[in-house]
């Protein structure tokens, strides 16, 4: 029952998305993807390229996918009525993300016939900074992803996977509340940072690890970790600071 | 350290993502519960079996667990949400009317205040950490503490300051070189606010290792203004044996490994064996007139060219036959 949270700055870090994705597929876990920023179609072109099926998985059952891209636009075409993952682009005052947290606790639960078919489940957020550029409170999308730990995390022992965009410098602070607050509730940080002096064809970023045990008293030593790393078709190669191929 | 937290009255521990201080407070949790309190803990951010892992069962059963985890918001509708929300529940801490000295745990603090608004909760907390009467009169009024976790980078500058008022002490969470800090701020009544810095880090049993100082390594000289921790000063201080160990009198040799050695995996040689060094001061520099050279120059030896010079006149020089070179006094 942990919390990852990917958080990228200056770069993209959906290439962490993607592994983590491809990663609790292949190890046989139930996931639920909460697919806010690409189309399907998207994620499964990459995901073949690292080995997974998501066509496959989906029509399986392993995999529950929202795409939010599609179905954002349903929620208006659809009669009010009817509850919708999706609901509070609806709502006229500040939402919250109930109905999204029913959708994923139902796509979670264990089967009713008793067969362990797969492992524990994992759910993937990608990304809950948009949800902040739709309209949501900070506060609310806290309380997502509270509501998420307590179901996922507590009560059936899953994993989380978020990612949540760094605004640097942009003085967002309605995002910085959000990476705060989940920072302070994940037991593993991965950042991805574009290098200070700009971009590079070798090295596309530094990868910061830190490690956190919000209850446990950590290690005091090698509890974070950086590294640098080169994105290439298939795989990710990381190295220690400094020590690209390209530079030695 | 304990003679500041051991005070009654409101205790502020500010964490931040990079020094976290669940430990410290559950460490502080463990001193209290060993001392024979009841603690009571309103926990809204962790789920309880998190909470109690790493207490013992003589610590945990002292633990009065107040839930907000499971269902903060009633979501659920299930009916197992504590009534009338998070600011219900901490006010019906303040009604409580146990005897005995209480400590008050809320985990955390930053959950409450961005959930309620700040005035309500300054109240609750103002009304929490009074000393009350027990309603019966005739015993004295026990002290109360309450030890909250906040996280400050949550928050901006007007709730911070606010509960900065409200508070008796506090505790701002930091370190270097993976050895974490503690900077304590306290404010007693009619005497001027201290501060003080103490080095610490929290053992697997969750009990409370003081340190002396920084590590070696990071400062040549120990900080100057780090009071030795005084143990039973003070009518209010409340002593528990066990759970702290106070090592600031001992010199405490810090693992070397703490330090990075820049040497150890170079590819080159930085050091000099002896034959080398008398190769390398043996040796004349070319440009360097030492006595040698001198005595050379005096002497043209046989072997010594004398610098001739060959001149061959090419097509653009101008020779003037009327005024020969030959009697320049070259």
Known sequence: ?????????????????????????????????VALVQSFSHYNIVG????????????????????????SVDVFFRAQAEPHPLQFLREADVGNLQPLYEFIREALKPMEDGQAAWRYPVLLVDDLSVL?????????????????????????????VALVHDSGDAEDEENDILLNGLSHQSHLILRAEGLATGFCRDVHGQLKILWRTPSQPAAQRDRSLTYQYKIQDKSVSFFAKGMSPAVL | MESVVAQAGLVLLRDSVEWEGRSLLKALIKKSALCGERVHILG?????????????????????????????????????????????????MCRRTDPGPVTIALDSLSWLLLHLPCPALCQALCALSQQHSCPGGGSPAEPVRVLCLLHEELHGPG????????????VILSGTMGQASAHILSRRPQQHPTRQTQWFSILPDLSLDLQGGPPLESQPHPEPHTPPVSKGAGARTRECGGGVRD??????????????????HMTFNLHLSESERAAKDSLTLPFQFSSEKQQALLRPGPRQATGRIFYEPDAYDDLDQEDPDDDLDV
């Open chain 1, 48 to 71: 073949r390229k690292l080995g997974v099926s998501l066509t496959a998985a989906r029509e399986c059952g392993q995999l529950v996918f929202l795409e939010g891209l599609k179905s």
């Open chain 2, 247 to 264: 090592s600031s009198h001992e010199q405490r040799k810090h693992p070397l490994d703490l330090q990075v050695d820049p040497t150890a």
């Open chain 1, 132 to 160: 902040l550029s739709l309209g949501l409170g900070a506060v609310a999308g806290l309380d997502f992803m509270h509501y998420c730990r307590v179901a996922v995390c507590w009560e059936q022992k899953g994993n989380i």
């Open chain 1, 1 to 33: 029952g942990k919390l990852t949270l990917l958080c990228d700055a200056k770069t993209d870090g959906s290439f962490l998305v993607h592994h983590f994705l491809s990663f609790y597929l292949k190890a046989n876990c139930k996931v639920c993807f």
């Open chain 2, 159 to 170: 709730p911070l300051g606010a509960l900065s008022s409200l508070a008796q002490a506090e």
């Open chain 2, 44 to 92: 809204c951010e962790v789920s309880e079996d998190e909470f109690r892992e790493g207490f013992d069962a003589s610590v945990n059963s002292r633990l009065i667990y107040h839930d907000v985890f499971r269902d903060p918001l009633n979501w659920s509708q299930s009916g197992e949400a504590l009534p009338g929300g998070p600011l219900g529940a901490l006010q019906a």
